[in-house]
Each structure stands twice: as structure tokens, then as C-alpha cells.
């Protein structure tokens, strides 16, 4: 399974680039917001500063909402560098702008996905990833897992190949359970990905190895 990091925040993610395990970065609007990046020149120059840390794609949102508004930007901005990948919202005319970016070679994900139907209809339309949001589906009490195995049980009937990218991942449970389910990738903030080094077993028992060979050692 591959780990994107899903965040805008540039120590953030070669924090993560530089552990050994960063398949990729995905940000929004949302994250790009945090990070207080505006202004379409700083925007850009981010997206470039992202993809000169990860060796991995990077998922850059574009803002508009018609057919060919979303084209212009995502042509845009998968000019940019040859890892971009225009992240389209899941609506009518996003499910046509991901037929066009496909057809012209453009990898493309589909975010704000919440049901199967509509990642059965991003796969159709050809999108390199999909991206259902389990945290926020959790949020409502609604199971964001399920989710998860229903997509990939759709996908292998069919043999879709766009990726599952399980997004809106909070916790290291989430990531351990879509691992779990075969998602193809996870994207999570840094805090998620750390908290899977930490064993409380593993802290135990490192610190008597090291005060056996201390004495051992007559220190
Ligand atoms: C996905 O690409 C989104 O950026 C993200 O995972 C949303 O996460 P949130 O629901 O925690 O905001």
C-alpha cells in the first residue's frame, strides 16, 4: 500500500519524505489555505516546492467548478511538473473534465467521493485515483470503511484500475484498516503516519536492552 502525506505544509512533508516511506502528497484548497498560501504565483511556486520534495505525485485541486474552467486550470496545472495530478471534485461536469484529462494522457483523482456510485462512475470516466473521504462519512456515523471494501470489491469485479486512495484518514487504525481492505493507497497527516512507530512494548523494551548492555558493559 502506498502512504501520500495530506498536507500543504512543506517541513511536514519532507519530514515524511525523508523517514523513507512517502509515496506522494495529496493538499485542497482547505490545506493550501492553512499553510496561508493565495495569490494563483504562490499557489503555483508551492505546488513546484512540493514536488521537488517527493519523488511521488502530488495532488493539486483545482478550484473551478464547469467543464471548461476545470480543463483550462488543470491543464495548467499539470504543465507545472510531470508529477501533478489534477484532483477534480466529483461532479457532473468533474466526471467529464476526467474523461478529457484522461484521454490527453493527464492522471487525474476524483475527491470528494462519499459513495460507490460515484467512485464506479470516476472509474468509468478513467481517473487515475479515486479518493472516498472515510473520516468525514465517520463523522456522520456512517461507517467510512465500508466504503472502502465496497469500492475495491467493484473495482476487482471489473478489473477498474484506478486506485483506491482511502483520504480524510485521522487515525493509525484507519491506515492499519485500509491496509486491511486492499486500498491501493492511504493519504493521512503526519500525526497518523508517526503514531504507527509507537508501541508501548517496543519503548519497554528497548530501554532494557540498552540497560542490560550498560551493566553487562560494567557502566
Ligand atoms: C483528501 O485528499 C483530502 O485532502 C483530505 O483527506 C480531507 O481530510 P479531512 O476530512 O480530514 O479534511
Known sequence: MK????????????????????????????????????GEENVINHYKAICEITDGDVSAEVIS???EE?????????????????KVPMLKDGVKAIKYFTEKGIKTNCTLIFSAGQALLAAKAGATYVSPFIGRLDDISTDGLTLIEDIRTIFDNYGYTTQILAASARHPMHIINCAKLG????????????????????DNGLAQFLADHAKAAGK
Open 3 to 38: 502512504f501520500f502525506i495530506d498536507t500543504a505544509n512543506l517541513a511536514q512533508i519532507k519530514e515524511a519524505h525523508d523517514l523513507g516511506v512517502l509515496d506522494g502528497v495529496t493538499t485542497n484548497p482547505s490545506l493550501m489555505a492553512k499553510e496561508g498560501i493565495t
Open 183 to 202: 486500498a491501493d493507497v492511504v493519504t493521512a497527516p503526519l500525526a497518523p503516519i508517526l503514531a504507527l512507530l509507537k508501541h508501548p512494548l517496543t
Open 70 to 86: 476545470m480543463i483550462a486550470e488543470g491543464e495548467a496545472l499539470a504543465k507545472l511538473h510531470e508529477r501533478i495530478v489534477v
Open 65 to 67: 467548478t464547469t467543464f
